[in-house]
Nanobody, 123 residues
């Protein structure tokens, strides 16, 4: 059974940084990985994707220049480094993965999802 687990969320002051992790277990298949977030009262939105090789990535305009996505395939983990955080970044952050064989990158449909991790930015 494939499992996706996020970690690293928490409370941070405006202007600060956090690094989220997303670890895949239960499969050796190659996956493209995406990050999404859902702010209170809003729909879940896509913010970043990284392909299975780690050589291609894409960001939404809302996080471009502040967030960096990376991956370490030896540990089946993707990271989302978040800098210059502000109150608009307060949300539950989710990781989702799609088989690279689908060929849909940078779009992430979300065959598997994590449970989410809360990020709260205080002003």
């Amino acid at each position: 059974e494939v499992q996706v687990v996020e970690s690293g969320g928490g409370l941070v002051q405006a202007g600060g940084s956090l690094r989220l992790s997303c670890t895949i277990s239960g499969s050796t298949e190659r996956y493209d990985m995406g990050w999404f977030r859902q702010a209170p009262g809003k729909e879940r939105t896509w913010i970043a994707s990284i392909n299975w090789t780690g050589g291609s990535f894409k960001y939404s305009d809302s996080v471009k220049g502040r967030f960096t996505v990376s991956r370490d395939d030896s540990s089946m983990t993707s990271y989302l480094q978040m800098n210059s955080l502000n109150s608009d970044d307060t949300a539950v952050y989710y990781c989702a993965i799609d088989p690279a064989a689908w060929g849909t990158f940078p779009s992430i449909q979300g065959k598997y999802w994590g449970q989410g991790t809360q990020v709260t930015v205080s002003s």
